[in-house]
């Protein structure tokens, strides 16, 4: 007869499968607050915000003034026709919100941010260390060691936060009818969306390491809930009315200080496989290396 393999206790396997993965995602979720208080903490950022703030407050002040004299009441006498007591006014409030965050996003990404937005990635990430990255594909100097942002030079190479995305907006737009729902439409509204806005944050991250399609995709898939998880709450924050442009900017420092930790954790294994195997990146398969 075969020799039958000893079965393992299940409850050995609970780490792996409940608490592991649940410590990674609440920590994805708090990447965002990070970056909103990492950003108010090194005002070496603020003239990256103030170079922004005028014509971005007011753009974003004309959208939702818009939307709230002209949409908001219609399409909360549509909802209360089939939600019952108050929540016609407060869903009728997140899809106003929601549109409206949807037409500042456009705006902001095409025509005011996405500069910012890589400068501010690319500072914290020389702020944390990790020059060499930053240095493919722009020059970082010796000098103003205090200041990250003088650092850096001038792209050399096509420099591209996060690339226009017809496909999530498209999502975005159809899913906002999910706001008609009583109750769990919103949550679940800001979680199938952020299942598509989580991985972008990282696209600037995923060009520097010199990831193609197949080595991106795998290194998303290994983290989808965290990199889900993580999109819910920045497009959360990207709802409230008046500090869109704010929340855009501290989601590229909240985007790189993830970066970072993940770079301190890919560096410590190779540091720790290299001695011992002769391993490194070249030998790995796409989902090893990342």
């Known amino acids: 007869m075969p020799q039958q393999r000893p079965r393992q206790n299940p409850i050995r396997s609970i780490p792996q499968v409940l608490i592991y993965p649940t410590r990674d995602n609440v920590h994805a979720c708090l990447y965002p607050f990070k970056g909103v208080i990492y950003f108010a903490a090194h005002p070496f950022l603020y003239p990256l915000l103030k170079a922004r703030l005028l014509p971005a407050f007011l753009l974003s002040l004309f959208v939702y003034i818009n939307l709230f004299l002209w949409a908001y009441l219609p399409q909360v006498a549509f909802l209360a026709l089939f939600h019952r007591g108050g929540s016609a006014w407060v869903n009728g409030t997140f899809l106003v919100l929601g549109e409206g965050a949807a037409a500042v996003a456009i705006l902001f990404e095409c025509f005011l941010v996405d500069e910012s937005q890589v400068d501010i990635f690319d500072a914290v990430l020389v702020h944390k260390g990790y020059d060499d990255l930053v240095s493919q594909f722009r020059p ?45 439409g919103v949550p ?21 390491r010199g990831f ?17 998880w993580y999109g819910a709450v920045y497009l959360m924050l990207q709802l409230i009315p008046g500090f869109s442009m704010l929340f855009l ?33 070249d030998d790995a398969t796409p989902e090893e290396a990342v």
């Open 140 to 184: 970082v100097s010796e000098d103003s060691l205090n200041n990250p942002v003088q650092r850096l030079g001038k792209p050399t190479r096509s420099s591209v936060y996060g690339p226009f995305s017809f496909r999530q907006i498209a999502e975005f737009v159809i899913l906002l009818p999910l706001n008609f729902v009583p109750y769990v």
């Open 188 to 208: 679940l509204f800001l979680f199938l969306t952020g299942y598509r806005a989580g991985p972008l944050q990282h696209w600037r991250y995923f060009n520097l």
């Open 212 to 228: 193609d399609r197949k080595a991106r995709d795998a290194f998303v898939k290994r983290r989808r809930w965290q990199y889900t």
């Open 249 to 281: 900017l501290t989601a590229a420092v909240s985007s790189a200080l993830w970066a970072a930790d993940l770079e301190t954790v890919r560096r410590r294994r190779e540091a720790q496989a290299s001695p011992a195997q002769g391993y490194t990146d």
